[in-house]
């Protein structure tokens, strides 16, 4: 078989590199897996809002990379459907894969013209309301939508135009050898002025203003219960955004300026230090359509807790972490409490090691590349002879 006779694959992505965002993340975790289980397949990547880079990170020679993010922000979107809709015609990939919802709109488009078939990634709460009627048209029409969590998904089956046996679960990934087990960082404890015995609650999450709910704000709301128990407590929340003078002024309405620290905007390289420093990591969300930032903690050994949303999948229903009601303050704070003081009822918050271990057999790397290979080999594409192509290249 030649090289020229090989699928190829369009991927449409809000952006890869230039912002770490969830949808971003995966992006980059898909885009490897692809490359890596399926080497000869030409990929042809466009991102709406990275920068052209001549040596971009993944890098190959089966991938091709294309950018609308030099653009001014209000040329992108139109300029990206062009892009997309113009290389897709000229090219008619075998598949066009779209790692946000919004995207399904041209990909229908691009259907109807040249018959592509198109799978879509749903991550969170873009995919839990959808208002737009072209948008929830499109859905309608992907020959896959790929969920990253049961809630996910059973907010999509709501809506009656979505056939349910075109969604298939597919949970996030995460980076196995970024995120390790180690000691307290001794500069983190220094910088923070913490001891090494301290009880630590971390939370890393965007400071968003305007939105109707934060996890940090359910947090602080416990302290104080768990301050009954655990005076020295201290509270380290990582993020950046809008929301933070709200946040601060909140701190300081609860006399909670001696046990809270805003440490801000971090660098990636230095997240895994912080999950080190803490001794639970708790973002009760109602906004997280799965959580990387989940695994990321449990493979440092991490005792979780979560929401009731995607944090669900991402704890395994409560086997990997503790899973509450966000809206249950004493809950939260009991939930906490028994983690800190060893008395929560899963003995396997307790093993780092086998938090760790646990993790990586339900969403390493290999149960990623897993995944995405049994949905390739059933994969619906323009013609029986493209499929047999990617089953062959495996």
């Known amino acids: 078989m ?229 005076p020295d407590v201290h509270y380290v929340i990582v993020g950046k955004g809008g929301d933070r003078p709200r946040l601060e002024q909140l701190i300081r309405d609860r006399q909670l300026e001696d046990c809270v620290t805003l440490a801000g905007f971090i660098p990636d390289d230095e997240l895994v230090n912080y999950y080190n420093l803490c001794d639970v990591f708790a973002m009760p969300s109602t906004l997280e359509g799965f959580g990387i930032v989940y695994l990321e903690a449990l493979a440092c050994g991490k005792p979780v807790i979560a929401g009731l949303d995607g944090g669900l999948d991402a704890l395994d229903h409560g086997q990997l972490g503790a899973n509450v009601d966000p809206m249950d303050i004493a809950t939260l704070a009991t939930t906490v409490t028994q983690i800190l003081t060893q008395q929560y009822a899963n003995p396997l918050l307790f093993d780092p090691a086998g938090l760790r271990q646990a993790v990586i057999q339900r969403f390493g790397t290999a149960a990623f590349h897993a995944r995405l290979n049994a949905l390739f080999q059933t994969a619906p594409l323009a013609s029986q002879s493209a499929a047999h192509k990617f089953a062959t290249s495996y």
Request: net charge neutral; glycine share 4%.
């Open 2 to 230: 030649t090289y020229s006779s090989l699928p190829n694959v369009h991927l449409w992505s809000p952006g890869l590199f230039d912002f770490k965002g969830g949808i971003q993340v995966f992006s980059q975790f898909f885009l490897e897996a692809l490359q890596a289980l399926y080497p000869p397949i030409e990929q042809q990547v466009f991102s709406m809002h990275d920068r052209p880079n001549p040596q971009p990170p993944l890098a190959s020679s089966s991938t091709t990379f294309h950018y609308c993010g030099q653009l001014p922000q209000r040329w992108r979107t139109p300029a990206f459907a062009a892009q997309v809709m113009a290389h897709g015609l000229l090219r008619q990939p075998d598949l066009v894969i779209t790692t946000h919802l919004n995207f399904t709109v041209a990909a229908a488009q691009l259907k109807r013209l040249t018959n592509t078939p198109y799978w879509t990634i749903a991550h969170g709460f873009e995919a839990w309301d959808i208002q737009r009627p072209k948008v929830l048209e499109a859905l309608a029409g992907a020959d896959r939508i790929l969920a990253v969590s049961s809630y996910t998904r059973d907010r999509l089956i709501e809506h009656p135009q979505i056939n349910p046996d075109r969604i298939e679960l597919f949970p996030n990934t995460f980076n196995i050898e970024q995120f390790q087990i180690a000691a307290k960082p001794e500069y983190l404890l220094k910088r923070h002025q913490l001891r090494a015995d301290q009880p630590v609650i971390l939370t890393v999450n965007r400071l968003e203003a305007g939105e109707d709910f934060h996890s940090y704000d359910q947090v602080l709301a416990a302290l104080p219960q768990i301050r009954q128990t655990l």
